[in-house]
T-cell receptor, first 114, second 114 residues
Framework: KQEVTQIPAALSVPEGENLVLNCSFT??????LQWFRQDPGKGLTSLLLIQSSQREQTSGRLNASLDKSSGRSTLYIAASQPGDSATYLC?????????????FGAGTQVVVTP | NAGVMQNPRHLVRRRGQEARLRCSPMKGHSHVYWYRQLPEEGLKFMVYLQKENIIDESGMPKERFSAEFPKEGPSILRIQQVVRGDSAAYFC????????????FGPGTRLTVL
C-alpha cells in the first residue's frame, strides 16, 4: 500500500529565503508525481508534474526533483515571497492506476514573513 | 475555457438530510474524480468516473454515498442521511481523455453537518 509523507508539516521562513519541501513515498512503482498548491478555503492548483522517467521539472522560481528509486521528491522555491504562503501538497499516481486516482500527502503549510 | 465548477460552494445540512454536490468538468474533459478532505487531513480519493460509467469507487464509503456522471449534465456526489463525520471539503477534478494527464481541480464544496 502506497504511503505518501510530507515533512515538515509546517514551515515559516523570512522573505527571500529559499524553500525546500520534501515528499517521500513507499512504493516506487509510480506513473507520475505532482506538486500542488492549496490556498485557505480554495481548490488546488497544479504547480509541476514529473513523469516517472524524468528527474526534474522547472517552472519559474519552482523546481521539483524526483528520485524514484529512493522514493523521494523535493520542491524548491527560490527567493520566497509572502505570496508563496500556502499549503503545498505532493501526490503520486501509481503505474497500476495510470488512468486514475492520485494519492496525496498531508501537505506542508508554508508561511513566508515579510 | 471555464475551469472546473462546483456548486454549491458551501452547504449546511442537519443530520439525517441528504446532500447533493455538483461538479461540471472543464470543456472536453471526460474524466471526473471526487476527493474528500477532512479537517486537518490530506485529500483522500473517493471515486473516478467517466461518462455514464464508474471506473473506480474504491475510496467510497460502502453506505450512504453514491456518485454519477450522466451523459448530459454535471457529475453528482450524493450523500444520504448525513452524519457529523461527513463534514469536510469535497473536491472534484477533471482531466481530458488520456493516460496520466494533469487534473484540474474545482474550488470545492464545504459541507457542514449540524
Amino acid at each position: 500500500k502506497q504511503e505518501v509523507t510530507q515533512i515538515p508539516a509546517a514551515l515559516s521562513v523570512p522573505e527571500g529565503e529559499n524553500l525546500v519541501l520534501n515528499c517521500s513515498f513507499t512504493d516506487s512503482a509510480i506513473y507520475n508525481l505532482q506538486w500542488f498548491r492549496q490556498d485557505p478555503g480554495k481548490g488546488l492548483t497544479s504547480l509541476l508534474l514529473i513523469q516517472s522517467s524524468q528527474r526534474e521539472q522547472t517552472s519559474g522560481r519552482l523546481n521539483a526533483s524526483l528520485d524514484k528509486s529512493s522514493g523521494r521528491s523535493t520542491l524548491y522555491i527560490a527567493a520566497s515571497q509572502p505570496g508563496d504562503s500556502a499549503t503545498y501538497l505532493c501526490a503520486v499516481r501509481m503505474t497500476t492506476d495510470s488512468w486514475g486516482k492520485l494519492q496525496f500527502g498531508a501537505g506542508t503549510q508554508v508561511v513566508v514573513t515579510p | 475555457n471555464a475551469g472546473v465548477m462546483q456548486n454549491p460552494r458551501h452547504l449546511v445540512r442537519r443530520r439525517g438530510q441528504e446532500a447533493r454536490l455538483r461538479c461540471s468538468p472543464m470543456k472536453g474533459h471526460s474524466h471526473v474524480y471526487w476527493y474528500r478532505q477532512l479537517p486537518e487531513e490530506g485529500l483522500k480519493f473517493m471515486v473516478y468516473l467517466q461518462k455514464e460509467n464508474i471506473i473506480d469507487e474504491s475510496g467510497m464509503p460502502k453506505e450512504r454515498f453514491s456518485a454519477e456522471f450522466p451523459k448530459e449534465g454535471p457529475s453528482i456526489l450524493r450523500i444520504q442521511q448525513v452524519v457529523r463525520g461527513d463534514s469536510a471539503a469535497y473536491f472534484c477534478a477533471s482531466s481530458p481523455p488520456g493516460q496520466g494527464l494533469r487534473e484540474y481541480f474545482g474550488p470545492g464544496t464545504r459541507l457542514t453537518v449540524l
